[in-house]
């Protein structure tokens, strides 16, 4: 039986992933990615989300978070899905913009949305999001690699610094990401 993990310390160090209902690669266009991006750094600026390294992969999202004193991991996991699952199915819906995929995605949110009370009509984001309490340095570590790593293992580039969408280039060549991070 799987149960739900759930953040119990906001004042600790998590990973977390969470991914798109059905893992639709929803982020193979820069247009949805964009969303997720200007969420991130709105969290930063206004809900005391600190990200010290992230990954956004073509249907799921990897984080290394803390947030500022008042503020709760989850309250930044709640609202961040919310708002960004209502964004990208507004802008699938968008027929000024170019989705061949659009009629077939909308059906399988709208689908998912269905089989959960907890929804009006679409789900974007899988209800779990796994988080992880970072309990050692050696942990830490292992998660940041794997959160770097992700992007080879896909096949996607083959270095780690090279994936756009990833923090591995502030941590592996010291150039600016395209999200602000608070090392580790």
């Not at 004042?11 to 982020?27: I, K, N």
């Amino acid at each position: 039986m799987a149960f739900a993990r759930r953040i119990g310390d906001p004042e600790s160090l998590y990973f977390v992933t969470f991914a798109t209902v059905q893992w639709v690669d929803v982020f193979t266009r820069s247009t949805y990615v964009d969303i997720v991006l200007d969420s991130l750094r709105y969290c930063q600026k206004e809900k005391g989300l600190r990200i010290h390294a992230w990954c956004i992969m073509s249907n799921h999202v990897h984080l290394l978070i803390t947030t500022k004193l008042g503020h709760h991991p989850s309250d930044f996991l709640r609202d961040f899905k919310k708002f960004t699952s209502k964004k990208i199915i507004t802008s699938i819906e968008d027929k000024t913009l170019p989705e061949s995929r659009r009629n077939w995605m909308l059906w399988l949110f709208r689908t998912a949305g269905q089989d959960n009370s907890k929804n009006q009509i679409y789900q974007f984001w899988q209800q779990e999001n796994h988080p992880v309490e970072i309990f050692s340095n050696k942990f830490m570590d292992q998660k940041l690699a794997y959160i770097h790593d992700n992007p080879v293992k896909a096949g996607l580039v083959d270095d780690p610094w090279e994936y756009r969408y990833s923090s591995a280039r502030d941590y592996m060549k010291n150039q600016r990401g395209l999200l602000d991070i608070e090392f580790l």
